[in-house]
Every structure is written in structure tokens, then in C-alpha cells.
């Protein structure tokens, strides 16, 4: 399983950010699909998810900001991120588990300046 992650860079607080984390290696139609996030010094933590159905979750901190969807046929998972704040700065990764094993792609930088 591979999970390749793109799209991050440096954004002014208000802008937008598109990422994208493409997957191979796995049956994707029927995987749950997860955004993680992790800023120096803090804990990682689950940003957002989408299941097989698309059904979506959100941390409280970015609800009505970022939006998550999947192509079950390019095999990506995205993740739209809109009105950032500069909390927002950090690694982003995307996450799956398949056969019982967890899997990471390399992640992607995010970096919102005031």
C-alpha cells in the first residue's frame, strides 16, 4: 500500500489550500480514508475522515472550513481547506488501515502566515 500526498505550500491566514493523497496498493472503493495533522511540538491528530459510503467527520476545528471527498476512481482522497488560520500550520497526512495494518503517506507541508 502507498499513499502519496501533495498539495501543500504556503498560504496567507484567509487563503485556500487544496491537498490531495493518491492511493495505490489497496482496494479503495472499500477503505475508510483519513486526514491527520501534526505541528511541532503537539500531538497528531485526526483532522477529518470519510468512510466507503462518504460519509464525512470533522475535528471541531475545522468544521465549515474544510471539506473531505473521494474519487473511488482516480483512487484519491482530498482534502479542501478554506479560511486557514495560522493554527492550521502543520504536517498533513493522509492515513488508511487495510488487512489490519496501518498505513501513512509521507505527508505535506501546510504553513498559514499572519
Known amino acids: 500500500v502507498q499513499l502519496q500526498a501533495s498539495g501543500g505550500g504556503l498560504v496567507q491566514a484567509g487563503g485556500s489550500l487544496r491537498l490531495s493523497c493518491a492511493a495505490s496498493?489497496?482496494?479503495?472503493?472499500?477503505?475508510?480514508m483519513y486526514w491527520y495533522r501534526q505541528a511541532p511540538g503537539k500531538q497528531r491528530e485526526l483532522v477529518a475522515s470519510?468512510?466507503?459510503?462518504?460519509?464525512?467527520n470533522y475535528t471541531d476545528s475545522v468544521k465549515g472550513r474544510f471539506t473531505i471527498s473521494r474519487d473511488n476512481v482516480k483512487r484519491t482522497v482530498s482534502l479542501q481547506m478554506n479560511s486557514l488560520k495560522e493554527e492550521d500550520t502543520a504536517r498533513y497526512y493522509c492515513y488508511t488501515d487495510f488487512r489490519g495494518r496501518d498505513f501513512w503517506g509521507q505527508g505535506t507541508q501546510v504553513t498559514v502566515s499572519s
Open positions: 496498493g489497496l482496494n479503495f472503493r472499500i477503505n475508510s
Open positions: 470519510i468512510s466507503s459510503k462518504s460519509t464525512t
